[in-house]
């Protein structure tokens, strides 16, 4: 009787997810000078604009900890503005700015390249069947 192979897919996923974030991460900080976590904060505010840090927590899945410093990074870059939420005292809205915008710019082409380099290892087929299972994997509920 012959055993299943261990695919070991959890391990499998976490080394494909370092690969491709420390190969994305090269090529966006040399196209635009941030990194793939900090692009994906981009272009959560710039497609929800005076969200809060909470709302942008969510939006990415991450603690509200590692937002907090996220945001920081990126007001300190002059990427993201911060201001007061209008009913929230203690709330502040994020706004992406003019730096910002050119940051997310500055980054596309290295982000279509690089998703055409994935296309190009997994085929069309494989792409589109790849991001609907990690999309399914990414809201499941254990």
Not at 25 to 45: E, H, N, P, S, W
Not at 104 to 113: F, G, K, N, S, Y
Request: aromatic share 4%; glycine share 6%.
């Amino acid at each position: 009787m012959s055993a299943e192979p261990d695919l070991r897919l959890y391990f499998l996923l976490q080394r494909a997810a370092h690969r491709l974030r420390t190969s994305a991460d090269r090529r966006c900080v040399a196209a635009a000078g941030v990194t793939t976590a900090q692009i994906g904060a981009l272009f959560a505010v710039r497609d929800e604009p005076r969200q809060t840090q909470q709302q942008l927590a969510r939006t990415l899945g991450l603690r509200e900890s590692a937002v907090t410093a996220l945001v920081a990074r990126l007001t300190a870059a002059g990427l993201v503005a911060k201001s007061a939420h209008p009913t929230e005292h203690r709330a502040v809205v994020l706004e992406l700015t003019e730096a910002g915008e050119r940051a997310l710019t500055a980054a596309q082409p290295e982000i279509d390249r690089f998703n055409a380099e994935l296309r190009a290892v997994l085929g069309d087929d494989g792409f589109g069947q790849a991001a609907q299972a990690l999309r399914r994997l990414a809201y499941w509920e254990a």
